[in-house]
């Protein structure tokens, strides 16, 4: 279960007089580098974190080098990847009236750097998000308390664990509605308790939960 809220567009931006109104996806945690690196090999494990590492780093290299000769790359089921350009200057040969009387030949030459990479999303990507997951509506205090009781809470984890392979402390906590304190607590107790088929991995920032049979 995904959670959003709803936001409202300032008066005046969008197509309308009235502010529009759209729903914000909710994020609880940025994943650095090193946690994507483990999520990918926890869900390859025939990959280790070494190699998931040195493929990461060496599609970064090949996009540095590659896609300013004018190439595109296009990963399957991730999306295309390809280069925005802007003036060094913020000028465009258009925006001033003496650029614009200007022979085009004598107009100023500017300088043109990267501006960003634009990425394109696989369709399917987004397919296979919408079939997988739902979205539940959060508004006011999003954590405490939670709306599941204690019985839901676990079997929520368990779906979600036997999904996924395993969960986060993070992931716990957004799951079920808790703040991560609450969260942390819970689980403890949980681990501790030998009916609940739950049991830790890992240790420090690598910590997950995972059953335990």
Do not use: C
Request: hydrophobic share 30%.
């Amino acid at each position: 279960m995904a959670n959003y809220v709803v936001k409202e567009m300032p008066a005046g931006m969008g197509n309308g007089k009235k502010g529009r109104i759209f729903p914000k996806m909710q994020v609880y945690t940025e994943f650095d580098y090193d946690k994507v690196v483990e999520l990918v090999h926890t869900n390859s494990p025939a990959f280790s974190q070494a190699t998931v590492r040195g493929v990461l780093d060496t599609l970064a290299v090949v996009m540095k080098n590659y896609l300013p000769m004018g190439h595109t790359m296009k990963i399957d089921n991730l999306g295309v990847f390809s280069l925005s350009l802007e003036f060094a200057d913020n000028e465009t040969e258009s925006t001033t009236p003496q650029a614009t009387q200007e022979p085009t030949s004598q107009k100023k030459y500017h300088h043109v750097r990267v501006k960003g990479v634009n990425f394109k999303v696989d369709k399917k990507l987004v397919d296979d998000i919408n079939k997988e997951n739902s979205f539940e509506r959060i508004t006011g205090n999003t954590t405490s308390p939670s709306p599941y009781s204690h019985e839901e809470r676990l079997q929520r984890a368990l779906t979600h664990i036997d999904k996924h392979g395993f969960i986060t402390l993070q992931e716990y906590a957004n799951l079920n509605r808790l703040s991560r304190s609450e969260a942390s607590r819970e689980l403890s107790k949980l681990v501790a308790d030998p009916n609940s088929d739950i049991k830790t991995k890992g240790a420090g920032s690598h910590k997950v939960w995972v059953r335990s049979k």
